[in-house]
């Protein structure tokens, strides 16, 4: 998710509703999502899976782009490579059992298909550090590029290939829109 989709929310709920925050960066299946908001666990969960519990309000909250990144200095990357020369380079990928991400790596795959992935990690931190500091390429969420990529060296590969999005959904209880502080907050973040 991007910084500004991930913090706005955040410091409203900080400055605007008087909230604390314990935030838990977890990737968690719809069932464990449905089950922390039904015990009241959680108030609020950004997931990438969706949910049809009819007690979870879930909604769209973000698609969250993916660009396609290299370190600067790559020996064999020009500004705009062809399909071909990308698909002779190593790849990094992203490891996550959700359903949706699958449905993401699937569309990829088929965009990029017979790419050699070489190293996998469930942390993007550690793609950006390893594509920076190596001639491995991946795709890695844009936010994510453009938060750290000066820091780690890592330019964008301009390709003519749409690559795809993932959607990042917002799930809450629905019974916590009685709490007046929490519907006002769900209506300021849910707005275009």
Known sequence: MSMKATLDPIKLLMKN???SIELHDVFL???SAE???AYRR???IFS???SNNHSVACSLYHKLPFVLVCREGHPRLSENPTREEILNENFTAYLNDENSFKDY????ESLLTKRNIVYRSNSFISLLSVIGSSD???LVPAPAFEQYGPALNLRKVE???QLPSIDIYMMYNRSALNRSAFASFIEEISLP
């Open 35 to 37: 089950d922390l908001l």
């Open 48 to 50: 990438f899976s969706s």
């Open 29 to 31: 299946s719809s069932d």
């Open 42 to 44: 959680a108030d609020l």
């Open 17 to 19: 509703h008087n909230y």
């Open 159 to 161: 390709t003519d290939i």
């Open 105 to 108: 790596q699937e569309k990829a």
């Open 136 to 138: 491995l390429i991946g």
